[in-house]
């Protein structure tokens, strides 16, 4: 609301009525936030009725310095012009304001003008502030998506699922986007405003504003901290001292806030499915349709070769394990963006690839993309952004070698088909997982595959006719899916497919490696002479108990097994690894009777200490969007093993609507339990006076 003495009495932003008609009252009641290419309607309220041929004019400002002032016009003009009209009686004016399809988002300032016939300002009204977002909704917006089940997904919700663990063994963890919660559109905003691009010609960076591939590439190198003011520093291995583990966080709106009052400084710490997740409240706040990817087996291809290889000594251990070696991430997450690419040829548009992980530089900085998901799968790694190391995520070619003692390499693994599975998102329709692989691929194995292959420039092995294999052994790694703080079998099967008998020594190695395949620690090894009789098996048992691997492998770590058998009989030695994610208890979350907007309800936590030693220092974190900001309770007592602890929560939730309540617990030797339950938040009803008694 604005006020000055004169004829302009008071405007109104009637943000109620706009809000709702723009589908952002979860962002604010009280503020006016529209989407652009949608009109809205204020009114002017004077004092009396205007004087003959006296007119209003709208005046707009964008940038903290008005760097874009922009005139509104008064009848429809080009499709790409502000413009009003007005309707009036007497003292009140209602006046329409259209933006076009493509306006820069961000703040606008209003200035309302009352103009003499000769053309003076005789009175000016400009304390007026109102946000515009993309629209998705607009079929002339580029961001514009013509399906409303869509929209509801992947703008609208502000709870999401997202996909770890590995391939064979897929874990699902909750998470709060919460991009309505209070002023997260104004951190967004602040995210733009701390671009290097912003702070270096901030005129230039305002008016690319209206673009949303300009927009999410800066978001996907805003989001972390490299090199910029960006949100999230990186950290990959413990000790994570001075900040949050990345596996604690719960949701984006923390992470957000936190960056915000610290004056934009970064927030310890993050992991790629942090890094998307931020990246997704954001891009979904601005009005972009987004959803998070996670990509099982991914390949991170440093030198572009669309190979990469893996160095192993006798001992199996790996030699070239450094920064700038290439490796394969058990999953790796990312988002993706839908929008019309008008900068590219045609065929490029709809789902868009933004990874906003550090790991390579483009263009100088650290962002990736976005790169046309079509564009992918048809290899066509010429278009831009950052096609080829996306490309290699998904399609590329794993070579293990053995180095010798006397430096010479030998080729024991080309693995053509275990990067890129069971590429997954969250459904639309619930909390199940979608596979979207065949959006980044054609089928394994088929002729339009080895196509896509040759236009990309990766090799392609012809497949060999089994029966002229001279190898006669199969070497396979076999386990249960067990649960961190257990003992566990983990089962080498040699099998001999062959009319005689077979003699090879086995070496079996199990570690503990990140999600991204950093080395962590030794948990056994085993060497054994082994004997097969022809066309039976040999199976060699590892048993691993708790202390085994306690010592080196946390709660969210994997155990990686690898075998190697060389045998006099076979041409080369053969190789397998396999990946076992350790499953995590979960604790119970239970918020019984009916949930209503403003009245409090209670929330029942409780936990069951599954390890063979006591926890200290437990702590219960829970927060949701729409119920309640991050909350922490302490565990002031020691939890001994299979003790129950239980702790309560009184909140009174925000919005009406089906919310999440997510919680995490941590201590010292166990971490990222979590647990979810859903709450339907019933609107409150206001009583309604009908004069009876």
Not at 424 to 444: A, C, I, M
Request: glycine share 6%; hydrophobic share 35%.
């Amino acid at each position: 609301m604005a006020n000055i003495r004169g004829l302009i009495m008071d405007v109104n932003l009637r943000s109620q009525e706009n809000n709702l008609a723009h589908r952002t009252r979860d962002i604010d009641r009280e503020r006016l936030i529209v989407r652009r290419g949608q009109p809205f309607s204020i009114t002017v309220q004077c004092s009396e009725t205007l004087p003959p041929k006296h007119h209003l004019e709208l005046v707009l400002h964008v940038g903290k310095k008005d760097e874009v002032v922009i005139k509104v016009q008064k009848e429809r003009g080009a499709v790409d012009k502000w413009w009003f009209n007005q309707q009036g009686a007497q003292d009140e004016m209602l006046l329409t304001l259209h933006s076009p399809p493509d306006a820069i988002i961000g703040q606008y300032r209003l200035a309302v003008l009352m103009m003499s016939p000769d053309g003076r300002i005789l009175e000016k009204t400009d304390k007026i502030k109102f946000h515009l977002l993309f629209n998705p909704w607009c079929k002339d917006d580029v961001v514009y998506l013509p399906d409303e089940s869509l929209l509801q997904e992947y703008v609208m919700n502000e709870d999401g699922v997202i996909y770890t663990g590995s391939w064979d063994s897929i874990n699902s963890i909750f998470w709060s986007y919460g991009q309505f919660e209070d002023y997260v559109m104004d951190i967004c905003l602040e995210v733009l405003d701390n671009s290097k691009d912003a702070l270096k010609n901030s005129e230039m960076d305002i008016k690319l504003r209206s673009d949303p591939v300009y927009v999410s590439r800066i978001i996907t190198a805003m989001v972390n901290s490299n090199g910029d003011r960006g949100v999230l520093t990186g950290r990959w291995v413990e000790p994570y001292s001075g900040g949050v583990p990345p596996y604690k966080w719960n949701g984006s709106v923390a992470i957000l806030q936190q960056w915000s009052k610290a004056g934009a400084r970064a927030v310890k710490y993050g992991q790629c499915w942090v890094f998307a997740a931020v990246a997704c409240t954001v891009l979904r706040c601005l009005g972009i349709p987004t959803r998070l990817i996670t990509n099982f087996a991914s390949a991170h291809d440093v030198d572009g070769n669309l190979s990469f290889d893996i160095l192993l000594n006798e001992r199996l251990e790996r030699i070239d394990e450094g920064n700038k070696a290439d490796s394969s991430w058990n999953f790796h997450c990312w988002v993706e963006s839908w929008m019309r690419r008008g900068d590219l040829p045609k065929g490029n548009d709809g789902w868009q690839v933004l990874d906003p992980t550090p790991q390579e530089l483009s263009d100088g900085e650290f962002c990736c993309g976005p790169c046309p998901v079509t564009a992918i799968k048809e290899g066509n790694l010429g278009v831009k952004y950052d096609a080829p190391f996306v490309f290699a995520e998904v399609n590329a070619d794993i070579v293990q070698w053995i180095v010798q003692r006397d430096g010479r390499r030998r080729k024991i693994k080309v693995d053509q088909a275990s990067v890129g599975r069971n590429i997954s998102t969250k459904s639309v329709y619930g909390n199940q997982r979608e596979d979207v692989t065949l959006h980044y691929k054609y089928p394994e194995g088929s002729k339009k595959e080895r196509e896509v292959y040759e236009k990309a420039g990766r090799r392609v092995t012809e497949p060999t006719d089994e029966s002229a294999e001279p190898g006669q052994l199969k070497l396979s790694i076999k386990h249960a899916k067990p649960v961190f703080g257990t003992d566990f079998d983990v089962i080498v099967e040699v099998k001999n497919e062959g009319g005689r008998e077979a003699h090879g020594q086995l070496i079996v190695l199990i570690t503990s490696v990140t999600y991204n395949s950093i080395h962590r620690g030794e948990c056994k090894r085993q060497t054994v002479s082994v004997t097969v009789p022809a066309y039976q098996a040999y199976k060699e048992v590892l048993r691993l108990h708790y202390d085994d691997y306690a010592k080196c492998v946390s709660e969210h770590n994997p155990i990686r097994v690898k075998a190697l058998l060389e045998a006099p009989g076979e041409s080369e030695p053969i190789m397998t690894v396999a990946n076992i994610p350790l499953s995590m208890p979960e604790l119970l979350v239970q918020v019984p009777g009916k949930a209503v907007e403003q009245e409090e309800v209670t929330a029942f936590i409780s936990f069951i200490n599954p390890l063979p030693v006591t926890l200290k220092g437990g702590v219960f974190t829970m927060e949701g969007a729409g119920l309640l900001s991050p909350t922490e309770i302490a565990v002031n007592d020691d939890i001994f093993p299979s003790q129950k602890v239980s702790v309560r929560l009184s909140f009174s939730p925000v919005r009406p609507g089906v919310k999440k309540l997510l919680v995490d617990f941590d201590s010292d030797r166990l971490k990222d339990v979590k647990g979810v339950a859903t709450v339907v938040v019933h609107k409150k009803h206001r009583a309604i006076y009908t004069g009876r008694y």
